[in-house]
C-alpha cells in the first residue's frame, strides 16, 4: 500500500504561516529546515511567555495531525525552546514557526493528539 504523495515542507509552512496571520495575529517563522523532507514544529504563543509545542506527525490511518508534544497546559517559554532543541537533536532538517494564541489553539485546521 503506497502513501499519497505529500507537499514540500516550504509550501507546507508558508501555508500555515499565511493562514494564521490572515486575523492579524503575529506568526513567525523560526527557523528555516530542510525545504522538501523536514518535519514541522509549531509553538502556540501566549502573550505572557507562556505556549504548547505541536509536532507534525500522522494518525494511526495516515492522516496529517499535530501531536502536543508539549502537554495540554501551556508551559514557560524555557522548558518550549528545551523541547525545541531536544526536537533538533533528532531532526536537524526541523522547521519551527512560532504562532501567537491566546487561547493555545491553533489558528488552521488540525487534528490534534
Do not use: C, H
Amino acid at each position: 500500500m503506497t502513501s499519497p504523495p505529500r507537499l514540500r515542507t516550504d509550501l507546507v509552512a508558508r501555508a500555515l504561516l499565511r493562514q494564521s496571520g490572515l486575523d492579524g495575529r503575529s506568526a513567525m517563522l523560526l527557523r528555516k529546515g530542510d525545504p522538501d523532507a523536514g518535519g514541522i514544529l509549531v509553538v502556540l504563543a501566549g502573550r505572557n511567555g507562556d505556549g504548547v509545542a505541536l509536532s507534525q506527525t500522522r494518525t494511526a490511518e495516515g492522516e496529517a495531525a499535530w501531536l502536543r508534544g508539549t502537554g495540554t497546559t501551556p508551559v514557560p517559554a524555557d522548558q518550549i525552546q528545551a523541547y525545541v532543541d531536544r526536537q533538533l537533536k533528532y531532526d536537524p532538517d526541523l522547521w519551527v514557526l512560532e504562532i501567537e494564541s491566546s487561547d493555545f489553539s491553533p489558528p488552521f485546521e488540525a487534528i490534534l493528539i
